[in-house]
């Protein structure tokens, strides 16, 4: 018995040095200049000016295994670009910060998003709304978990491996229209010099396996295998039935997120923010951006609000927080939306007349 067992761990250490060594290999030859062009960590490398505002922000932000980059507990801005709120509390999270335990009659909102939300004035104004005093019969907490650039990948990764662990009583996600248009994950390092985006272009294997990020900084075998996957998982997810991207990966987030709700039985609201120009005035991608939106949320059975109803079109341009940002509304604008969103809120969850 003894020397069978012997035998076989003989066999698995032979075979472990196999496999080790043919992997040296590979990745050896791949490092050659023959090949090594395409797979080069270089390669990966696409400015976005997501990038640039994170290192205006380096004190503020910090890689992250989950979502690419994320807020950095307990830190103050000091950069260039105007993070409203004056501190990232001790979740990561901006504005108000609610202990993790609920009390009998708290009712907790959990509110994801991109820069829009991270500004924190629209969900401030809802805030105040909400615990002005009305005679709910609840103690509101908004949590927002809003970070700049994040898109509907980001939203499902947050949710699920950290956004539920805050038992919220309602998922609301404040959509800006091209948060559909997510083709690849970001993967971000930070070193002295500031942050370094790389984007992985691997939508169909991000859903099976998530990045690891310290073999993609370092192997080369490990990109040529991730390209060569994903060049085949797309192919084989080619069909002719919502053959729009954006539809596609809509669906695909959104869907992963209401079951995640629905088997936890807490309610998903959504809010569609406008590019603010009139309608006449968007281009033919953003229209793909706003009807594909329309399509996902009506597919899934989502309730939400749409914000182009009450953003008057002859008023968008004034409602920029910056004249040449047809995205950020300016403190007007998330006015408008606070009270909408209220509105909306009021009377369908919470059997209230405003």
Not at 17 to 23: D, N, P, R, Y
Request: glycine residues 6%; aromatic residues 16%.
């Amino acid at each position: 018995m003894k020397k069978i067992l012997k035998n076989i761990i003989a066999n698995l250490i032979l075979l472990l040095v196999g496999f080790m060594s043919s992997f040296i290999i590979l990745e050896l030859f791949l490092r050659l200049p023959i090949c090594s062009s395409k797979y080069t960590l270089a390669s990966f490398h696409k400015y976005n000016p997501i990038q640039e505002t994170l290192n205006d922000n380096y004190n503020v932000f910090r890689p992250s295994a989950i979502c690419g980059y994320e807020h950095i507990p307990n830190s103050a801005p000091k950069g260039k670009r105007p993070i409203v709120t004056s501190f990232i509390n001790s979740y990561g999270m901006v504005g108000k910060e609610y202990g993790l335990k609920k009390n009998k009659n708290t009712f907790r909102i959990l509110i994801l998003g991109d820069s829009i939300t991270e500004f924190d004035w629209y969900v401030d104004g809802l805030r105040q709304r909400f615990n002005s005093g009305r005679a709910l019969g609840y103690d509101f907490e908004l949590w927002n978990g809003g970070v700049l650039g994040y898109a509907v990948n980001q939203y499902w990764d947050y949710f699920k491996y950290r956004g539920i662990r805050y038992n919220p009583d309602m998922l609301f996600i404040g959509f800006c229209l091209n948060d559909f248009t997510c083709d690849s994950y970001i993967v971000c390092y930070k070193d002295a010099k500031g942050f370094t985006q790389y984007y992985y272009p691997s939508p169909n294997l991000q859903r099976i396996i998530p990045t690891n990020r310290l073999l993609f900084r370092h192997s080369y075998l490990y990109r040529f295998l991730t390209v060569k996957l994903e060049t085949l998982l797309s192919q084989l997810h080619q069909n002719g039935e919502d053959s729009d991207a954006r539809v596609k990966t809509g669906l695909y987030f959104l869907s992963k997120i209401k079951k995640l709700c629905d088997d936890k039985k807490i309610p998903l609201f959504c809010v569609i923010f406008p590019y603010l120009k009139p309608l006449s005035e968007y281009d033919r991608n953003q229209m793909d951006d706003y009807n594909s939106m329309l399509i996902v949320l009506e597919k899934l059975g989502i309730d939400y609000l749409d914000l182009h109803l009450y953003f008057p079109e002859s008023k968008r341009y004034d409602l920029r927080n910056n004249k040449s940002d047809d995205m950020h509304p300016s403190r007007e604008g998330h006015e408008i939306a606070a009270s909408a969103i209220y509105s909306h809120l009021i009377k369908n969850y919470f059997s209230g007349d405003i």
